[in-house]
């Protein structure tokens, strides 16, 4: 059970606000809102024998209280902290894509409709996200046939020869690259692209109806025949995605299924009666929340991020607080979901249930497919469990070890001629990724000596050799350190600020990226794992052999068999997380200089310096009066660094 005593529960406030579970390392494992936060977290601790009760309450250290004015205000508290702190017990989207928009580049005098995938301008206006790229794609290219905004690249339309391109002869753009629109028309255009895209159908298509019998009647046929056309393009747009009449107006219909340990969200936008998007978000549930706390947490977190909150959003039957559900006609509560949402949107969110109709046929789309994608989910869930159980089965016979290898650490060491040597330490549970207890090593015992200076093993090939003892010295380094982390681990209670987890665990298997040398250097570090029943092998590139001690000669198998493709994914993802490390190593090294750790020169000051002089030599030959010249260099750090400079010689 939790160390969080009675006496001490009761000393949180009596308020509405949010509060914080925090474990041993002050890492935010859940965050929770309440009208009474001394009741809410009394309610945890007394049903423990829940889900959410055996995992999270062992785990809370201590919890931290914040009080708040009014429950709306308590709910998007919760949400900024769940943001922040990523906890692992709240509801979490864990859709990581990167979902399109359509944006538009207002701060243009000829502003681009484009799509993008990034939303972080404030002087462009987005639509989305939406769930499929190829229908935005598609979308775009009708409202250029309709609207006539220029497909140019750059803030400045047209090309270097100064005249059209083949968009305006073909009708897809006014051509403002050579003024043959005004900025205000061309605007004018781009306001109605924007009244489209904002669910404000009919008034696109009554304007364009209008502009069409205008030019007629001014016996404009052209011009008439052109509105015709661009209508035509708008309704037949429409009518593909028309779900009902257009009374039934624009809403959001959100509806959840919970799973074991995750849920589905579907939303349907329905915009003018027209169904303008469907999208589907899962969403980490590690506390088995109930359908109507999930509800909760996605409506929030979703339009945080959503550029539009309509005026109605429809849920599902007995979702979300009680007074923003009635029961009989879905009447608006005026519960803290609806104020919230209203507070985001600047004006008032109808949350209701849909009891019959074209809303409730909407929702119980969403419904079926939200329940749908959890037991897809499920079914992959499942098969990915079984493939990783035959790997890890595979592996124990082929190897013939004594248990299962729940747990396998990789090594893998990087380096580029000799410089800035690194190593990585992978570790897979259950022959899935446990990147929480990735680590990297420096090497520090084998220096970054010259090639030249080294031994050259196994010959050479095509006149490249192979720098065998370094990689050997290197590998027994990393693995003896292991080897001692481990030990020193052993001494520490979980409670201390010392102790490492994944240093403290006991492996079943160390993979070592290489052949019989790194395999030998390895062994002589990991006696103390090698005593303890922990199998060391080694993986060699070249044909996928595996060096197993005691065995003269290697093992290869078949390379379409588990077991080697578990071995393979550990090797790559070692030499991934090797690399990785190297590159920054690298970069870092080859950006110092001179200037780098002069007192009173940052990187800002180091970048002034550079660029007032143009390189390092210049700095080191400037004067000080041409030192205290550099603009937001003071006079006195000039002259110390002046004074430094020739102290050390340089």
Wanted: with cysteine.
């Amino acid at each position: 059970m939790s160390t969080i005593s009675a006496d001490r529960r009761r000393e949180l406030p009596d308020e509405p606000g949010v509060y914080l579970f925090h474990n041993t390392k002050g890492t935010v494992i859940y965050v929770g809102k309440a009208i009474s936060i001394r009741k809410r977290v009394a309610s945890h601790f007394s049903n423990p024998s829940t889900q959410a009760g055996r995992d999270l309450l062992p785990m809370i250290d201590h919890i931290e209280a914040l009080i708040v004015q009014t429950e709306s205000e308590a709910l998007l508290v919760e949400q900024n902290f769940i943001k922040q702190y990523q906890p692992r017990f709240n509801i979490r989207l864990r859709d990581d894509k990167s979902y399109p928009y359509i944006a538009i580049s207002l701060d243009e005098d000829f502003p681009r409709v484009y799509f993008t995938r990034e939303r972080h301008r404030r002087d462009r206006v987005y639509f989305g996200p939406y769930s499929n790229a190829k229908r935005v794609r598609s979308t775009l290219d009708v409202l250029g046939k309709v609207f006539m905004f220029r497909s140019c690249e750059g803030p400045e339309p047209g090309r270097r020869s100064g005249s059209p391109c083949l968009d305006y002869f073909i009708k897809r753009c006014e051509a403002p690259c050579v003024n043959y629109v005004t900025k205000e028309a061309y605007r004018a255009g781009i306001n109605d692209v924007i009244e489209f895209l904002s669910g404000r159908y009919k008034e696109i298509e009554r304007k364009l109806e209008f502009e069409m019998r205008q030019a007629a009647a001014e016996q404009r046929y052209e011009d008439a025949a052109r509105e015709r056309n661009r209508l035509r393009a708008v309704k037949q747009l429409l009518e593909r995605q028309r779900v009902s009449s257009a009374d039934m107006g624009t809403f959001d219909a959100i509806a959840v299924a919970v799973g074991d340990g995750d849920a589905n969200a579907q939303v349907f936008q329905v915009r003018d009666g027209v169904l303008s998007d469907r999208q589907s978000f899962y969403l980490d549930n590690a506390a088995d929340a109930q359908p109507a706390e999930v509800a909760e947490a996605f409506i929030l977190q979703y339009y945080a991020s959503a550029m539009m909150i309509p005026p109605l959003v429809v849920v599902q039957r007995g979702l979300g607080d009680a007074r923003d559900f009635a029961d009989g006609g879905g009447v608006t509560g005026s519960g803290p979901l609806a104020t919230a949402l209203g507070e985001r949107r600047g004006s008032n969110v109808e949350v209701r249930e849909a009891e019959r109709g074209d809303k409730r046929r909407i929702l119980e789309l969403a419904e079926r497919n939200a329940r749908l994608a959890v037991d897809q989910e499920q079914l992959r869930s499942e098969r990915r469990r079984q493939q990783r159980s035959e790997a890890l089965d595979g592996l124990q016979r082929v190897l013939e070890l004594d248990t299962v290898p729940l747990r396998i650490e990789c090594y893998d060491i990087s380096t580029l001629m000799g410089t800035n040597t690194v190593a990585s330490m992978v570790v897979f549970e259950g022959a899935a990724p446990k990147k929480s207890d990735y680590r990297r090593f420096r090497v520090r015992t084998v220096g970054d000596a010259a090639p030249s200076a080294r031994t050259a093993v196994n010959g050479s090939v095509n006149g490249a050799a192979e720098y065998g003892p370094d990689d050997f010295a290197s590998m027994e380094e990393i693995l003896g350190r292991r080897m001692a982390q481990f030990e020193a681990q052993q001494d520490l209670s979980p409670h201390d600020k010392e102790y490492d987890p994944s240093f403290a665990a006991l492996p079943n298997l160390i993979v070592i990226d290489g052949g019989k040398g790194q395999l030998a250097a390895g062994l002589r570090a990991l006696q103390g794992f090698v005593d303890r029943g922990v199998t060391v092998v080694s993986l060699a590139k070249r044909i996928e052999e595996i060096f197993i001690p005691g065995r003269a000669r290697s093992l290869v198998l078949a390379h379409d068999t588990p077991e080697l493709q578990l071995l393979q994914r550990l090797r790559d993802e070692a030499h991934r997380f090797a690399i990785t490390h190297h590159r920054q190593r690298r970069d870092k090294a080859m950006t110092a200089s001179v200037l780098d750790g002069l007192p009173g020169v940052g990187p800002t000051r180091k970048r002034a310096l550079l660029t007032h002089f143009g390189s390092p030599d210049a700095v080191l030959g400037a004067s000080m009066e041409e030192l205290a010249a550099v603009p937001g260099l003071p006079a006195k750090l000039a002259r110390e660094l002046h004074r430094e400079l020739h102290k050390t010689g340089v």
